[in-house]
Nanobody
Framework: QVQLVESGGGLVQAGGSLRLSCAAS????????MGWFRQAPGKEREFVAG????????TYADSVKGRFTISRDNARNTVSLQMDSLMSDDTAVYYC?????????????????WGQGTQVTVSS
């Protein structure tokens, strides 16, 4: 079993930056592909970014390309999301998720493990 705990959310002005972190427990973290998703009020949960367990593949939603960067440290069982040039549309609860295997998939149903979420609010 894997437990995921996000941190780093908060309130930031438009144009600012935040760094989200996700700490994982369990020895299987190194073989999990990890993803970040977000869900705004009244909207479906959507894919933001993902990284394969070997770091060979990273995938981003078009809406965050060039602004967000996903990374992972397998020695520390962490995955991070650096968010720059934040916009009001980025306001949402951000979730860390994990799935076995190498493929970075973009649908929530493809992920087996989820954190509790962290709120990101961007003020305009």
């Amino acid at each position: 079993q894997v437990q995921l705990v996000e941190s780093g959310g908060g309130l930031v002005q438009a144009g600012g930056s935040l760094r989200l972190s996700c700490a994982a427990s369990g020895r299987t973290f190194t073989i999990l592909t990890m993803g970040w998703f977000r869900q705004a009020p009244g909207k479906e949960r959507e894919f933001v970014a993902g990284i394969s367990w070997n770091r060979a593949t990273t995938t981003y939603a078009d809406s965050v390309k060039g602004r967000f960067t996903i990374s992972r440290d397998n020695a520390r069982n962490t995955v991070s999301l650096q968010m720059d040039s934040l916009m009001s549309d980025d306001t949402a609860v951000y979730y860390c998720a994990g799935r076995p295997g190498l493929q970075v998939l973009t649908t929530p149903v493809s992920y087996d493990y989820w954190g509790q979420g962290t709120q990101v609010t961007v003020s305009s």
